[in-house]
């Protein structure tokens, strides 16, 4: 018998029991492969040459939010015009150090929530709890493609994230004044920690899928509600905020243990909604990020739970005003609590149901799990008698409004320049429109509540004029079904690779949105219809559920959840991106045969010139976006931010007329080839809805579609660039390898302008081009832009 | 010394309150100066964004684009600019920056870079970010005709009030 690490007793000896900490050797431990391939576990500078070439081809660009510098006691600084600092550094090299510390900043709370969770889930389910994903025998993609090492219990995660940290400490130092001086470096680095962002995400989501029980692969998991109009306000609502599930697993236990789930709403915002939902259905989803405050302000929470990441720094002064008490339970959010993990739980609920103490820290999650539904049952009645009021009356809304001066302080204050000055003078007026129209794109910031000179509470009024609108929020979210297993890969691979699925796009991040989050379901819905598959998570995921058809159903309810054409998969929360990236790793793996042990560069290179697939932050706020975002760009796949974008103050754009970028080897025989532009940018962002659409399609294409793909691709970039921006896209032409790449339905329209406008020449009788590609399509070509998988390299 | 008749340089703050680039901010420009200074630039590129298309603003636009400046329709701009026969090649913004930046870009009529930049029409954070590009990377004059203030141009309007903005775009154009 192997030796496991945990506790054991031994029969018949009372009073004896066997700690075991870490095992250093087992006979099974043995057996395990040890990390291999050309860069297991890269430090680094492991992957620099990677990143060199893909620097070279798509040169950062820099948008410097702030033109200082004010990282140490020389500065500030200032650095514009690209000057240089005390330190020596210049704007640029600061700028992307800034992006790459952003970064940083993402992965580490990545990673931070997955070693909380091990940590957590080792102590309850033990070391040896294998890992269950679903049909799959490559179970963590990201990781043996990063560390060349394939777990097989939750435990072998434990040194998979003892190197993330490690990564991200030595990638922190170099932050450090008189380390880094280059700009290209920095971006290197920045592309290292979006890597091991990845690899921390899929440590924290693959656990919490084995232990939890969560959907495994699973297209069809069910369907829960979601919206700020779902949630019966009758009875006590306990309401979670935060990413990490942990603590909330044994409030569902003790619900469900007890029968509460009919006499309590359990509820939550952000991505332990996503979690809880997938443990447990009968939980509800409340919204995204946007909905914290207002939700808090509309006063229906009589308990709020919250865990770690994206939880808004004022929750004590919200909740204090409304009676809400507030329980932490996690350390990296804990607001001054006083903590009471060690003490009697009747108590806790004294204090905090007097309100005495409006909130306080509780670790023990067996008590939080006991404690929270009794606390919740108790919270209800009182706040109901204190007779607690959240948004204004009508009266005190009128007057409010009419207080206004127009002054415009909080349209200069709102990040999305939202007029609400045009609202308030309707709303005196009795037209309620113009606020709820203003509700769906208010990303529920506050800033215009601080910035009023008259101090009116403007968040609450614009929840109060749009009420009528709040109560229909009802959508349905298809649960995170986690990763997409190796039988649909090996059924759509091909589909993908050769590009009759014309692409993959991922919608993923936060709902900073320039135009409300409608946006996010019309996109995905056009997108499906032309067969994409279209992939997403997180806030965004909630957010495309929340809009309904003629016939009242939801795209969830429209299109099916599995990895196949115009399917639309929820992987789950911000953690589950991780399996987008682990997507394509695994058409490499089982479609084109690729050896995806600590090979990172090869699989990179592969998605890059192979698989279509686009992210989208649409609404990207937060660093985690960055993060998830730069780890698609080091694996090839491209990332379209929103307008707020460039505030992450670099991009990746590229230029499709220095044909010098777009050489590319064919690993046949290391001949160099000039291409398309295929994918044009590897991180840029878009101004609205209307110029993204085409971008989209564009970025989807890749030099090894064939002809097949290619015309699909090329179809929907033309369409969608006629439907939004009106014209025939100026550079469609240039992804023209011959006539078979060419639209079907258009085909003798777009051979005389090809003719006509572009000199090339045409066989009228066959309908045939002669001359004018770039070049021809080889269907044996081999992509390549790492000169070592060229045949005869000496590498 | 002439009466102003429309003063474009009042309430010259960030119309994004917190958007403070550092010490250097765009210089508050009357519009009849902003439009000697278009009319007086070797290379002018006109970037417009989808508000261009407003009522008001496309006139602007022509007016512009039929003194012969070269317009970069950014964002979807360019579909209300076709409906009104104005020539204008579309180009994402974010890519535009980047291509100013290149000292080799030989610009859209392949003549050679841009040494005057003219906006108008934009997502007020979205450009005034893009700018931010021009300003701290390049040596191109950033010339903001837009509602709002933009602090990373070198010179822009303060913010205006809209009616105010249209006679503005007129003073302009009267220059050209």
Known sequence: MAIKKGQFTIENLENVQINIGSVVSSGKAEEKEKAKGPTPAPDIHGLRDWDMRL????????????????????GKCDLTGNKEGACGINQEAHQAREAMLRTLTGASAHAGHGRHLLNHLIERFGADHPIDVGPTNIKAPVTQTVLGIKPETIGDFVPVLDYVEEQITQLLATTHIGQEGAAIDFESKALHAGMVDHVGMEVSDIIQISCFDMPKSQADAPLVDVGMGIIDSTKPVLLCIGHNVAAVTYIMDYM?????????????????????????????????????????RSGIPDLIIVDEQCIRADMMRETSKLHIPVIAT???????????????????????????????????????????????????????????????????????ASSCTQCGACVIGCPQGLEIDKAMEAAVEGNLTLFEELHDKCIGCGRCDVECPKNIPVLDVIEKASQKVIREEKGKLRTGRGQVGDPEIREEGVNLVLGTTPGVVAIIGCPNYPDGSRDVYEIAEEMLQR???????????MDIGMFKDDEGKTLYERYGGGFRKGNLLNTGSCVSNAHITATTIKVAAIFAGRDITGNFEEIADYVMNRIGAVGLAWGGSTQKALSIGTGCNRLGIPVVLGPHGPKYRRAYPGKAYDKDKWNILDARDGSEHNVEPAPEHLLISAENKAELMPLLAKLCFRPGDNNLGRMIKLTHYIELSEKYLGVLPDDWHIYVRGEADLPLAKRGELLKILEEEHGWKIDWDKKKILEGPARKVDISFQPTNVPRLCKGASE | MATIELDTTKNAVP??????????????????????????????????????????????????????????????????????????????????????????????????????????????????????????????????????????????????????????????????
């Open chain 1, 55 to 74: 620097l070279k081809r798509y040169e950062p660009v820099y948008s410097p939010i702030c033109d200082m510098c004010c990282y140490c006691t020389y």
């Open chain 1, 256 to 296: 469900e243990e007890h029968d509460l789930f009919d006499k309590i709403e359990l509820a939550a915002i952000c991505c332990t909604a996503h979690d809880m939902t997938r443990v447990n259905p009968k939980a509800k989803v409340v919204g995204s990020l946007s909905k914290q405050l207002k939700y808090i």
């Open chain 1, 330 to 400: 996690n350390d990296k959010v804990m607001y001054g609590l006083p903590d009471r993990s060690k003490d009697d739980i009747d108590d806790i609920i004294r204090d905090l149901a007097s309100g005495e103490q409006p909130g306080v820290l509780l670790f023990d999650y067996d008590k939080v799990g006991e404690l929270a539904p009794k606390l919740v049952m108790k919270m209800a009645p009182i706040r109901k008698e204190i007779g607690i009021t959240a948004l204004p009356s009508d009266d005190e809304f009128r007057k409010l």
């Open chain 1, 531 to 541: 067969s994409y598959i279209v992939v997403t998570s997180g806030c965004s995921a």
């Open chain 2, 15 to 176: 119309f994004d309150k917190a958007n403070i680039p550092g010490p250097k901010m765009a210089k508050p420009v009357q519009a009849e100066m902003a439009g000697k200074f278009i009319s007086k630039a070797k290379r002018p590129l006109l970037i417009v964004g989808t508000a261009a298309g407003d009522e008001g603003v496309i006139e602007a636009v022509r007016s512009m684009a039929e003194k012969g400046i070269p317009v970069a329709a950014t964002g979807s701009s360019l579909k209300r600019l076709k409906e009104e026969g104005i020539d204008a090649t579309y180009v994402n913004l974010h890519a535009l920056v980047s291509y100013l930046k290149d000292p080799d870009w030989k610009g859209f009529d392949g003549k050679g870079g841009y040494n005057t930049t003219i906006f108008l029409g934009h997502t007020y954070y979205y450009a005034s970010q893009l700018m931010s590009t021009l300003k701290n990377f390049t040596k191109i004059k950033i010339i903001s005709i837009d509602r709002h203030y933009h602090p990373n141009a070198q010179q822009s309007f303060g913010n205006l009030k809209p009616d105010d903005f249209l006679k503005a775009l007129d003073i302009v154009v009267a220059q050209l």
